[in-house]
């Protein structure tokens, strides 16, 4: 399997917050989530990895070329859908519209007409006047008309219902099924990437912490729940993270094994992302 991007000792100071020396990658045809809370590092290594903002240092190889080299290659193959939307708000779709389409080579006005439907958005209305939904989904009509191979998507779902977040799953399910995609997705809502991503990235503090398998990460990781009197000073060193309450206790392992040799009245439960990402995050403070 190829990678279709990769990133490799990325630094970049940003005011008081800094990405430091964050390399992974994206293999061809999977659904990649990055994940971590806010203030992370997510959108700054996103815009960064975009060049909308500069890097301090490090390589970004895309389709195996250097984008310092092959720019309009990389935009031309990728979609972008920022949070922010980077609209002019006094135009209408149709004029914003006329300002992107001429940018890229294989713009498809057909295809883009196609999702302006599929989205119910009329190109006459104003940018300032749609929802946050709607121009998720204006943003989504405009980077998927241009034949792009590689689909990034910051925070794409940050406040929208869960009927919009559930169409938006669906859309990148078919993007994906045309053969030779990708999608960057970063969000703090983990429960989108439950059903449809294949790798997870976590950054914290600007900083990777785990480059994973959904599958593996799910399949190896546990929440463990039980009495507190069953905590030791050896036990409590196979948890990523433990939380105590006069009740008892919860915690994420990867040592399952291990905490049955320990302990042998506890509940085991498979964890959600979140669970997992929190564990990481908590348990590293």
Same mark, same amino acid.
Not at 75 to 95: H, P, Q, S, W
Not at 176 to 199: E, Y
């Given at each position: 399997m190829n990678n279709i991007l990769e990133v490799t000792g990325l630094n970049k100071s940003y005011g008081s917050f800094s990405l430091s020396d964050v390399s992974f990658y994206l293999p061809e045809g999977c659904i990649t989530g990055f994940i971590g809370v806010n203030g $992370? #590092?997510?959108?700054?290594?996103? =815009? %960064?990895?975009? &060049?909308?903002? =500069? =890097?301090? @240092? &490090? %390589?970004?190889? $895309?389709? #195996?070329?250097?984008?310092?080299?092959?720019?309009?290659?990389?935009?031309? =193959?990728?979609?972008?859908? /920022? !949070?922010?939307?980077?609209?002019?708000?006094? *135009?209408?779709?149709?004029?914003?519209?006329?300002?992107? $389409?001429? $940018?890229? %080579?294989?713009?498809?006005?057909?295809?883009?007409?196609?999702?302006?439907?599929?989205? @119910? +958005?009329?190109p006459r209305q104003q940018i300032s006047t749609l929802s946050k939904g709607m121009r998720m989904k204006f943003a +989504?009509?405009?980077? /998927?008309?241009?034949?792009?191979? *590689? +689909?990034?998507? !910051?925070?794409?779902?940050? #406040?929208?219902?869960?009927?919009?977040?559930?169409? +938006?799953? !669906?859309? *990148?399910?078919?993007?994906?099924?045309? #053969?030779?995609?990708?999608?960057?997705?970063?969000?703090?809502?983990?429960?989108?990437?439950?059903?449809?991503?294949?790798?997870?990235? /976590?950054i914290n503090d600007g900083k990777i912490l785990f480059e994973e398998d959904k599958d593996t990460l799910m399949d190896t990781h546990r929440l463990v729940k039980g009495d507190k009197k069953d905590l030791t000073i050896e036990s409590r060193k196979l948890f990523l993270d433990i939380q105590e309450t006069a009740f008892g206790f919860t915690g994420i392992t990867n040592k399952l094994s291990e905490v049955q040799n320990y302990m042998s009245s506890i509940l085991v439960e498979r964890p959600t992302i979140e669970d997992i990402m929190l564990g990481y995050i908590e348990g590293g403070k």
């Open positions: $992370a #590092g997510k959108t700054t290594a996103i =815009r %960064t990895i975009l &060049g909308l903002s =500069r =890097r301090d @240092s &490090g %390589t970004i190889k $895309a389709f #195996g070329k250097n984008i310092a080299k092959n720019e309009r290659e990389f935009k031309n =193959r990728i979609g972008i859908v /920022l !949070d922010d939307g980077c609209f002019y708000e006094e *135009l209408t779709m149709a004029e914003m519209k006329s300002i992107i $389409a001429p $940018a890229y %080579t294989n713009w498809n006005e057909n295809d883009y007409r196609q999702y302006m439907e599929r989205f @119910s +958005l009329n +989504l009509a405009l980077a /998927l008309s241009h034949q792009a191979d *590689l +689909l990034i998507m !910051d925070e794409p779902t940050s #406040g929208l219902d869960p009927l919009i977040r559930s169409q +938006l799953m !669906d859309i *990148l399910t078919n993007f994906m099924q045309q #053969g030779g995609k990708s999608v960057f997705f970063s969000t703090h809502i983990t429960s989108d990437l439950d059903k449809i991503a294949d790798m997870l990235i /976590l």
